[in-house]
C-alpha cells in the first residue's frame, strides 16, 4: 500500500523567514496530494492540494510542488507568521475524495 | 454548513470497558471516513462508508471495533474490551465522493484514554 514519508519532523524558522516541508510517496497511482494544518487541540484543516496533472499551484503566502518522477511534494510558506505555527501533514491519495494516507507531520514553529 | 460533529469530545474509560462514539457527517457528504490519531503521528485510516455501506476497512481495525452507518447519515464506532493502546484521537471525516468530489473535511475528533 501507499506510504507517505514527511519531513523534517519540527521546523523552527523566524518570523518573516520562508519554511518548506518535503514528503515522498510510494504509490505511483497516487494523484491527489493535500496539505492539512492542525492547531493544538483542533481538527485538520485543508490548506492546498494538488493533482497530479498540475506542478505547481499557489494560494497566497503557500505553494504547493509536485514532482511526479521522484514521486515528492512539498509545501512552502513565505513570509511565515506566528499564527503559522501548528502542525502540517502532507497526505497522498488515488483520487480526489478519496482515502487519504497521511506522514508523520511537521512541528512549525515561528519565532517572533 | 455545520461542518463534521464528532461525540463526546472526550472519553475516558476503564480497561476492558465498551466505548461507542458517534460522528455527524456535512450533510449532503456520501462517504464517512474514521481515522486513529496518537500523538505525534499523523491520521491512520480505519475505515469508510460510501452511503451506508462499508467499503474497506483496515488491518489496524481489530474485530474489537465495529463500525456502523445504518441509514447513510450518521456513524458510529465502536470499541469493545477496550485496552490502553486503544487510547489516541478518532477522527471523522466526510467526502462528497462521485463526479462532483470534494476533500475531505474532519470533525474535531474525540479524545478516547482508557485508564
Known amino acids: 500500500g501507499e506510504n507517505v514519508e514527511q519531513h523534517p519532523s519540527t521546523l523552527s524558522v523566524q518570523e518573516g523567514d520562508s519554511a518548506v516541508i518535503k514528503c515522498t510517496y510510494s504509490d505511483s497511482a497516487s494523484n491527489y496530494f493535500p496539505w492539512y494544518k492542525q492547531e493544538l487541540g483542533k481538527r485538520p484543516q485543508l490548506i492546498i492540494d494538488i493533482r497530479s496533472n498540475v506542478g505547481e499551484k499557489k494560494d497566497q503566502r503557500i505553494a504547493v510542488t509536485l514532482n511526479k518522477t521522484a514521486k515528492h511534494f512539498s509545501l512552502h510558506i513565505t513570509e511565515t507568521q506566528p499564527e503559522d505555527s501548528a502542525v502540517y501533514f502532507c497526505?497522498?491519495?488515488?483520487?480526489?475524495?478519496?482515502?487519504?494516507?497521511f506522514g508523520a507531520g511537521t512541528i512549525l514553529r515561528v519565532k517572533s | 454548513d455545520t461542518g463534521v460533529s464528532q461525540d463526546p469530545r472526550h472519553k475516558i474509560t476503564k480497561r476492558g470497558q465498551n466505548v461507542t462514539f458517534r460522528c455527524d457527517p456535512i450533510s449532503e457528504h456520501n462517504r464517512l471516513y474514521w481515522y486513529r490519531q496518537t500523538l505525534g503521528q499523523g491520521p491512520e485510516f480505519l475505515t469508510y462508508f460510501q452511503n451506508e455501506a462499508q467499503l474497506e476497512k483496515s488491518r489496524l481495525l481489530s474485530d474489537r471495533f465495529s463500525a456502523e452507518r445504518p441509514k447513510g447519515s450518521f456513524s458510529t464506532l465502536e470499541i469493545q474490551r477496550t485496552e490502553q493502546g486503544d487510547s489516541a484521537m478518532y477522527l471523522c471525516?466526510?467526502?462528497?465522493?462521485?463526479?462532483?468530489?470534494?476533500?475531505?473535511?474532519f470533525g474535531n475528533g474525540t479524545r478516547l484514554t482508557v485508564t
Open positions: 497526505a497522498a491519495s488515488k483520487g480526489y475524495g478519496n482515502k487519504l494516507v
Open positions: 471525516a466526510s467526502t462528497l465522493g462521485g463526479p462532483s468530489n470534494s476533500p475531505l473535511h
